[in-house]
């Protein structure tokens, strides 16, 4: 299986501050059809867990633009331009490119 | 608007059965990619398998033979069974249109 490892595990921000988490995969997540298929979900609290962000950096609909991915091969970071209050939660990466699809540990993002 | 909701026991005694439906309105279980995702206490998130618009399927091996899901078209359902359940086996388990749409959850405790 894949192995995403997410760093850090946790960070504790001020409100319109900016902040990177990583990701990192054990093998490269391009797949043969030359896309690469990593995703960023977060989980606010009480609530599912809702996509962000699509292969890579192409922003789900309704997502603000503070958010942005970037990466590519085996090292992927989400950067959170500006963080607001509903910014907080869990912020998973996961991959789609290899089965099983896997995902990253999660970074708890809350405030300072 | 398309709405997933998970229904089933909450509480399943170890090596029992669990079983899970997921009730789909707003959008066809024939077209796209559905599925089930665990969430285990802590942050740790789980890809348990995938049903297809035709009903083929995809199971993540670390399940190996407890897994199976099948799906009812007329009702617009699909389920998911879990054999041979352990303690390890408690979590929130999650119904996925693969990866916009999410249910709300249902948590499952295996306890005796």
């Known amino acids: 299986d894949v192995v995403m490892t997410q760093t850090p595990p946790s960070l504790s921000v001020a409100i319109g501050q900016s902040v990177s988490i990583s990701c990192k995969s054990s093998q490269s997540l391009v797949a043969s059809d030359k896309n690469t298929y990593l995703n960023w979900l977060l989980q606010s609290p009480g609530r599912s867990p809702k996509r962000l962000i699509y292969q890579v950096s192409k922003l789900d609909s309704g997502v603000p633009d503070r958010f942005s991915g970037s990466g590519s091969e085996k090292d992927f970071t989400l950067k959170i331009s500006r963080v607001e209050a509903e910014d907080l939660g869990v912020y998973y990466c996961?991959?789609?490119?290899?089965?099983?699809?896997?995902f990253g540990g999660g970074t708890k993002l809350e405030l300072k | 608007e398309v709405h997933l909701q998970e229904s089933g026991p909450g509480l399943v005694k170890p090596s029992q059965s669990l079983s899970l439906t997921c009730s789909v309105t707003g959008f066809s279980i024939t077209s796209n990619y559905w599925g089930w995702i665990r969430k285990f206490p802590g942050n740790e998130m789980e890809w348990m398998g995938s049903?297809?618009?035709?009903?083929?399927?995809s199971y993540n091996p670390s399940l190996k033979s407890r897994v199976s899901f099948t799906r009812d078209t007329s009702k617009n359902q699909f389920f998911l069974q879990l054999n041979s359940v352990t303690t390890e086996d408690t979590a929130t388990y999650y119904c996925v249109r693969f990866w916009s749409y999410w249910g709300q959850g249902v948590m499952v405790t295996v306890s005796s």
């Open positions: 996961l991959q789609g490119t290899h089965l099983p699809w896997t």
């Open positions: 049903i297809s618009y035709s009903g083929s399927t």
